[in-house]
């Protein structure tokens, strides 16, 4: 299973003349993606720079040795391409000096892939973040109705495409992404010999995601210092695992401005780095799993869809918060995340005297295909 959202942009950009790059954590299906795209094998040079002689060749290349090694081929696929010394130029070299071959790269750290290409190919790329599967594939894939009784289990297992084509093995799976490829890029570009101090970061940013982080804090749970904590938690997001969600202000005194919220991109790898797969009735972080579950698939959708929002959360020193705001065509608009619908919510008296013209909505399982589909839009 695929993202068939983002497959049909790419398949639209082929052939014009620019570089094809796509991000995204592993296993999410980034060379799979590609294999759907239809070529055949008669069109396509395939090179994983996972493997060591093909980052070499990749290192000492020309122009003319690569159109040497196409000959009648007119695609390109370099596979995990951040590990290729200055890429982007290579990248660029090609794009301009071979414009009737399409250069497809891809990338599961964008730390390397992504710094490295801007520049050199400014102008000369399409670039996409692929994500694990969306709540709206998956209505599409088998149903708004059969989605929506499988919220629960998504909150604990998640969208990886490898947990949600192989139901009852969720747990083992899991563990074997987390453990094996979660941080691999991480370790690998900063020789971070001490993975036992990222492990027990990750461990501390999945009990506070959806919190208020403070680096000092979390450096005194892993014993790292606060400028340590700050570089892995900066990698670990460019690797795809965690984002950031900044805090809004613009009128208030008492709002918080300089903080900081951190979500995990799959609510399957945060339990399992807690090693917690407890079914959402017995566990006590509910609230936050919901809260996690519609960020992540909003960062999702706002990005399949094009659609160029900025995200906050906003909170007072007195403890007045909301979930999420947005900002877009020139207006604000906040939202309340609750589990349980029956549960009553009111906006806050102190952010509707600010920003009055602000709309409001509570976002519950009953009314979750409104925040998540296009029709929302």
């Known amino acids: 299973m695929i993202s068939r959202l983002l497959s049909t942009r790419i398949r639209q950009k082929l052939f014009r003349q620019k570089a094809i790059i796509i991000l995204g954590p592993r296993q999410v299906g980034k060379t799979t993606i590609i294999k759907e795209l239809s070529f055949t094998h008669e069109e396509i040079h395939w090179m994983n720079a996972d493997e060591l002689d093909i980052q070499q060749i990749l290192s000492e290349f020309t122009s003319g040795g690569i159109k040497a090694m196409l000959g009648d081929k007119k695609i390109l696929i370099i596979d995990e391409a951040q590990r290729v010394e200055n890429i982007g130029l290579k990248l660029k070299i090609i794009t301009d000096n071979l414009p009737e071959v399409q250069v497809i790269a891809t990338g599961s750290s964008s730390f390397e892939l992504a710094n490295r290409i801007n ?9 996409y973040n692929l994500f694990p599967l969306s709540y709206q594939e998956m209505v599409e894939h088998h149903g708004l109705l059969a989605e929506n009784r499988l919220l629960a289990h998504r909150m604990v297992y998640g969208y990886y495409p490898e947990i949600v084509t192989n139901p009852g093995e969720e747990e083992e799976r899991l563990k074997l992404i987390s453990h094996s490829y979660l941080y691999k890029d991480v370790l690998h570009w900063e020789r971070i010999h001490k993975s036992d101090k990222l492990v027990r970061l990750l461990q501390a940013l999945a009990h506070q995601m959806g919190s208020q982080v403070s680096f000092n804090e979390l450096g005194n749970i892993c014993g790292l210092d606060s400028k340590t904590v700050e570089k892995y938690v900066n990698l670990l997001e460019q690797a795809f695992v965690i984002f950031r969600l900044p805090s809004f202000s613009r009128n208030l005194r008492n709002e918080l401005k300089n903080s900081r919220k951190i979500y995990f991109y799959d609510n399957g790898v945060r339990n399992a780095i807690l090693n917690n797969f407890s079914p959402v009735a017995l566990r006590n972080d509910v609230g936050f799993l919901w809260e996690n579950f519609l960020v992540s698939e909003r960062v999702k959708f706002n990005a399949y869809h094009q659609l160029n929002k900025n995200s906050f959360f906003w909170r007072t020193v007195n403890q007045q918060e909301i979930d999420l ?11 309340e995340f609750k589990w349980n619908p029956t549960k009553k919510v009111k906006l806050t008296k102190t952010f509707g005297n600010a920003y009055p013209e602000a709309s409001f909505r509570v976002i519950t399982p009953l009314n979750v295909q409104d925040f998540l589909l296009p029709l929302a839009e």
């Open 119 to 127: 520049e050199p190919l400014t102008g000369r790329k399409w670039e």
């Open 325 to 335: 705001i947005e900002e877009f065509g020139g207006n604000l608009h906040a939202y």
